[in-house]
């Protein structure tokens, strides 16, 4: 398997944004590509922590040698769109019940719309 993929090696993943919820997992399969799905994200994540770590203490580490304290600016702002993104992924993930009430949701919203026309 390549390190890298294009958009047309991941396609198959769009198709497993249907599921309504774990129970609807009756192939292994489905199982299998949701939770390469999901642990993707959570190492997505994981890395996007370890770059905020090392920057942020090379930058504390620079501001600390100049003497000056300008380096928690970039933390704090990053540090949102850390926490953002990890709610993101640690609390809606594709299969998760938050994931799939909105699911549900939107689909009534069209159904509807559909049913106007």
């Given at each position: 398997?390549?390190?890298?993929?294009?958009?047309?090696?991941?396609?198959?993943?769009?198709?497993?944004?249907?599921?309504?919820?774990?129970?609807?997992?009756?192939?292994?399969?489905?199982?299998?590509r949701?939770?390469?799905?999901?642990?993707?994200a959570?190492m997505?994540?994981?890395?996007?922590a370890?770059?905020?770590?090392?920057?942020?203490?090379?930058?504390?580490?620079?501001?600390?040698?100049?003497?000056?304290?300008?380096?928690?600016?970039?933390a704090?702002?990053?540090?949102?769109?850390?926490?953002?993104?990890?709610?993101?992924?640690?609390?809606?993930?594709?299969?998760?019940?938050?994931h799939?009430?909105?699911?549900?949701?939107e689909?009534?919203?069209?159904?509807?719309?559909?049913?106007?026309r």
């Amino acid at each position: 398997m390549p390190a890298f993929h294009t958009p047309d090696d991941l396609a198959h993943l769009d198709d497993l944004d249907d599921l309504d919820d774990l129970d609807d997992l009756d192939d292994l399969d489905d199982l299998d590509r949701l939770a390469r799905k999901r642990a993707g994200a959570k190492m997505g994540w994981l890395l996007h922590a370890c770059v905020y770590l090392c920057v942020n203490l090379a930058l504390a580490a620079l501001a600390a040698y100049q003497g000056r304290h300008w380096a928690v600016f970039p933390a704090l702002g990053w540090g949102l769109v850390l926490g953002i993104h990890g709610a993101a992924v640690w609390l809606a993930l594709p299969g998760g019940r938050l994931h799939a009430r909105l699911l549900e949701r939107e689909r009534a919203a069209l159904r509807q719309a559909l049913q106007r026309r």
